[in-house]
């Protein structure tokens, strides 16, 4: 069976981070697969494919010139001579049930984020059934997708976009007298909600707060609000937040942390929070997404509403008071997310899809 997989962008981040996991569970499970990219964007998801032996093929143009895109993907599918389709992203997803239909084709569709553009939640409601299996990578997408895209449920798939590594670098306890390392990974968007953390904060250092330790916020990532991010932290009068930009080595920069922030307006998964968890850091999340699902346990961790300052103020406030247990809870943590997200699981699920896709194909 040859799956092309079809995704918006190379861009790093986002839908991109897990592909060599993905790709690995459905190699292991007999399909071949090649990954084929609507542009390029910054490319920063490229090497970390290389280093899996995932060479992508990326196409030279833009993000509107939808007609130029679906003849590039007509032309590629009819080359590779594809079996299936695999979908990621709106565009790659509409633009892929098109060539679909066209060679007759099986098309499975991933849903990664809580959030669709008005638009794009009409066009795809729309489009629904040119998909034949709908894979959701969280239990909220998956119950969004149902009812959004008014998708039968045996049509919805949850594969969680994450596997656990027990080998993953491990973070180190907090001593007295050490700055205390609070970190976050995402794109400087206004869907990581870095604004609701940088107000948050404020609002901390208003009240004339005293943390048990001097401490430092990273945030790794780059995106299109990183200067009025920055504006906004400096007419905070804000030493403590800091903007690294584009992070290489996510589990070394993990690894360096105490505490670990995740204030997302929106997710669908949110890998880093959970990899975070996997190298043994505690947090504290937004309500969204997967993130609520794993930590509904104040011993690894806290969970907030989404957007509210002074609830994540005050949680901000409560580890920070508090240094020396971050470690214990950041051990339950990673014992969470070992437990409920094993790499055999992960395959399991990704072994049954592809059963499935052969049966599909078996009926044509």
Same mark, same amino acid.
């Given at each position: 069976?040859?799956?092309?997989?079809?995704?918006?962008?190379?861009?790093?981040?986002?839908?991109?981070?897990?592909?060599?996991?993905?790709?690995?569970?459905?190699?292991?499970?007999?399909?071949? %697969?090649? %990954?084929?990219?609507? *542009?390029?964007?910054?490319?920063?998801?490229?090497?970390?494919?290389? #280093?899996?032996?995932?060479?992508?093929?990326?196409?030279?143009?833009?993000?509107? $010139?939808?007609?130029?895109?679906?003849?590039?993907?007509?032309?590629?599918?009819?080359?590779?001579?594809?079996?299936?389709?695999? *979908?990621?992203?709106?565009?790659?997803?509409?633009?892929?049930?098109? @060539?679909?239909?066209?060679?007759?084709?099986?098309?499975?569709?991933?849903?990664?984020?809580?959030?669709?553009?008005?638009?794009? #939640?009409?066009?795809?409601?729309?489009?629904?059934?040119?998909?034949?299996?709908?894979?959701?990578?969280?239990?909220? %997408? @998956?119950?969004?997708?149902?009812?959004?895209?008014?998708?039968?449920?045996?049509?919805?798939?949850?594969?969680?976009?994450?596997?656990?590594?027990?080998?993953?670098?491990?973070?180190?306890?907090?001593?007295?007298? #050490?700055?205390?390392?609070?970190?976050?990974?995402?794109?400087?968007?206004?869907?990581?909600?870095?604004?609701?953390?940088? +107000?948050?904060?404020?609002?901390?250092?208003?009240?004339?707060?005293?943390?048990? +330790?001097?401490?430092?916020?990273?945030?790794?990532?780059?995106?299109?609000?990183?200067?009025?991010?920055?504006?906004?932290?400096?007419?905070?009068?804000?030493?403590?937040?800091?903007? @690294?930009?584009?992070? &290489? $080595?996510?589990?070394?920069?993990?690894?360096?942390?105490?505490?670990?922030?995740?204030?997302?307006?929106? #997710?669908?998964?949110?890998?880093?929070?959970? &990899?975070?968890?996997? +190298? =043994?850091?505690?947090?504290?999340?937004?309500?969204?997404?997967?993130?609520?699902?794993?930590?509904?346990?104040?011993?690894? =961790?806290?969970?907030?509403?989404?957007?509210?300052?002074?609830?994540?103020?005050?949680?901000?406030?409560?580890?920070?008071?508090?240094?020396?247990?971050?470690? $214990?809870?950041?051990?339950?943590?990673? &014992?969470?997310?070992?437990?409920?997200?094993?790499?055999?699981?992960?395959?399991?699920?990704?072994?049954?899809?592809?059963?499935?896709?052969?049966?599909?194909?078996?009926?044509?």
């Amino acid at each position: 069976m040859r799956i092309a997989y079809l995704i918006n962008s190379m861009e790093g981040g986002g839908a991109q981070s897990p592909l060599p996991q993905i790709i690995g569970s459905l190699r292991q499970a007999g399909a071949e %697969v090649r %990954v084929f990219a609507l *542009t390029r964007r910054n490319g920063l998801a490229i090497p970390r494919l290389l #280093e899996r032996g995932i060479e992508p093929v990326v196409r030279e143009g833009g993000e509107k $010139d939808h007609p130029a895109a679906l003849r590039w993907i007509t032309q590629q599918v009819h080359d590779w001579r594809a079996d299936v389709l695999w *979908t990621s992203l709106t565009r790659a997803t509409l633009l892929g049930q098109i @060539a679909g239909q066209r060679f007759k084709l099986p098309v499975v569709s991933w849903q990664h984020n809580a959030f669709l553009k008005p638009w794009n #939640e009409r066009i795809l409601r729309w489009r629904a059934a040119a998909s034949d299996i709908w894979v959701a990578d969280s239990a909220q %997408v @998956a119950d969004l997708t149902r009812n959004r895209l008014d998708i039968a449920a045996k049509d919805v798939v949850t594969w969680p976009i994450f596997a656990a590594n027990p080998d993953a670098p491990q973070s180190r306890s907090w001593t007295e007298g #050490e700055m205390l390392r609070i970190g976050s990974l995402g794109r400087l968007h206004p869907a990581k909600g870095y604004d609701i953390l940088i +107000a948050a904060l404020a609002q901390l250092q208003s009240t004339g707060f005293e943390p048990a +330790a001097k401490f430092q916020i990273t945030i790794g990532g780059i995106g299109k609000d990183e200067a009025q991010l920055k504006s906004q932290a400096a007419a905070a009068g804000l030493d403590t937040i800091r903007f @690294a930009g584009f992070v &290489e $080595d996510p589990a070394a920069f993990l690894a360096d942390q105490h505490l670990y922030l995740q204030p997302s307006r929106r #997710e669908g998964f949110c890998i880093a929070a959970h &990899e975070a968890m996997q +190298a =043994g850091l505690p947090v504290i999340v937004s309500q969204t997404g997967e993130m609520p699902f794993t930590v509904d346990d104040p011993a690894i =961790g806290l969970a907030v509403p989404v957007g509210n300052v002074p609830a994540l103020a005050e949680a901000l406030g409560q580890m920070l008071s508090q240094p020396l247990i971050l470690k $214990d809870m950041g051990h339950r943590a990673r &014992e969470r997310v070992l437990e409920k997200f094993s790499q055999s699981h992960f395959d399991e699920i990704g072994a049954a899809l592809v059963g499935r896709i052969r049966h599909i194909l078996a009926e044509r």
